[in-house]
C-alpha cells in the first residue's frame, strides 16, 4: 500500500534530508540526546514566552486592564508549536511510502523538544493562574496549587498522559516501526491555531463578526478532521496495509489499543462539544441585544450578557 504521495517532489526533497529507509537506523540517537532535545525544547519555548510577552506589551493595541497579557502570550506558544507539529507531520505524510519502515530522525527529535514544550506549558499556565486569580502576590502555596490543579486538572492529565506514558512509548517502545503514525498524531495540533485565536478573540469583548465566524468554524472543523477523524482514519490505513478488512483487523488488537483510543477521543469529543456550545452563545449574542435594546437605544458592548460572563469563568 502506497500511504503518501511519492511524486511530491518539493516535499520529498524537504523530508529526504532526515529520510532512511532502514528503520534500525535511530538505534544510535541516544537517550542522552533525546534529553538535550528535551531541555532545548523547554528552553526554547520558555524564550520565546518572555519574548512574545515582550512584543505584545510594546506593539499591540490590547486591553490590558481586561486581559492579562501573560494570558496572549501561552496562547501564542502554544500557536508556534502546533505550526511547528504540522510543518513536521505534513510532508512525513506525503512522502511515506514504507507505511511502517521509513524513518524520520526530524520526528523523534520533535517528538522530544514537544516533551520540553508540555513542560513549558504547565509552568507557563501556572503563571498564568498566578497573574490572573491569585493576585495576593504568592508565587507557590498549598492553596495556590490546589485551586490550580482543580482549575485545570483536564490539560494536567492531557499532558501527563503524553509525557508519561505516549512520548516514552513512541521514542523507545515501538522497534523503530510506525512513523506515519506518529505524524499523524501530531497532525492533530493543526486545530491548536484556530481553537487559540477563537480564545483570543472572545476576550477582546469583539467576537461578533466574520471574522470570528470563521476561525470559529476552522477551529471546530479541524478539531473534527483532525482530532476525531483521524482515529478511523488509522484503523482504516492499518487494516489496508495488513490486508485486511476493517472489521477484522479491529478484533484483532490488543483491547489496550482500543482503550488508548478511547482514551485520545473522549476529552477531544468534550472539547468538540463545548467549543460548539461557546461558538453558538457568542454568536447569538449580537441578535439578543438588538431584541432586548430599546428603539434608538445605543447597544453599550462592554457590559457582558450572563453567558459571556459565564463562558469567561470556566
Not at 486569580?133 to 502555596?141: C, D, R, T, V
Not at 483570543?200 to 470563521?214: D, G, H, K, V, W
Request: aromatic share 14%.
Amino acid at each position: 500500500m502506497e500511504v503518501g504521495l511519492a511524486n511530491n517532489t518539493g516535499v520529498e526533497t524537504l523530508v529526504n534530508l532526515s529520510k532512511s529507509h532502514h528503520h534500525h537506523v535511530h538505534k544510535n540517537f541516544t537517550v542522552p540526546g533525546l534529553f538535550l532535545n528535551y531541555v532545548v525544547g523547554f528552553i526554547a519555548f520558555s524564550v520565546l514566552y518572555l519574548f512574545s510577552y515582550d512584543i505584545h506589551w510594546k506593539y499591540y493595541k490590547l486591553d490590558r486592564k481586561r486581559v492579562n497579557m501573560f494570558v496572549y502570550t501561552v496562547r501564542f506558544v502554544r500557536i508556534v508549536h502546533a505550526v511547528m507539529a504540522t510543518l513536521v507531520a505534513v510532508p512525513i505524510m506525503l512522502i511515506t511510502t514504507e507505511f511502517l519502515k521509513d524513518r524520520y530522525l526530524i520526528l523523534d527529535m520533535f517528538v522530544a523538544m514537544s516533551g520540553g514544550y508540555l513542560t513549558f506549558d504547565v509552568v507557563g499556565k501556572y503563571n498564568e493562574h498566578l497573574q490572573v486569580y491569585e493576585p495576593a502576590g504568592k508565587l507557590i502555596s498549598y492553596r495556590i496549587i490546589r485551586r490550580y490543579v482543580r482549575k485545570n486538572w483536564l490539560l494536567l492529565a492531557h499532558h501527563a498522559f503524553l509525557v508519561i506514558f505516549v512520548y516514552p512509548s513512541v521514542l523507545f517502545a515501538r522497534d523503530d516501526e510506525g512513523d506515519f503514525v506518529v505524524a499523524c498524531l501530531l497532525f492533530t495540533e493543526l486545530s491548536v491555531p484556530f481553537t487559540e485565536m477563537q480564545w483570543i478573540m472572545e476576550q477582546t469583548l469583539e467576537p461578533y463578526n466574520l471574522r470570528y465566524t470563521i476561525v470559529s468554524m476552522c477551529a471546530i472543523a479541524t478539531t473534527v478532521v483532525c482530532r476525531i477523524l483521524i482515529v478511523p482514519f488509522l484503523y482504516e490505513a492499518l487494516a489496508d496495509h495488513m490486508g485486511m478488512s476493517v472489521l477484522d483487523f479491529t478484533l484483532s488488537l490488543a483491547p489496550w489499543w482500543h482503550i488508548a483510543a478511547l482514551a485520545y477521543l473522549v476529552p477531544n469529543v468534550f472539547w468538540l462539544g463545548r467549543n460548539i456550545f461557546k461558538t453558538m452563545v457568542y454568536l447569538r449574542i449580537p441578535y439578543e441585544r438588538k431584541r432586548k435594546a430599546k428603539p434608538g437605544e445605543k447597544i453599550d458592548r462592554s457590559k457582558l450578557p450572563k453567558e459571556e460572563k459565564r463562558l469567561k469563568e470556566d
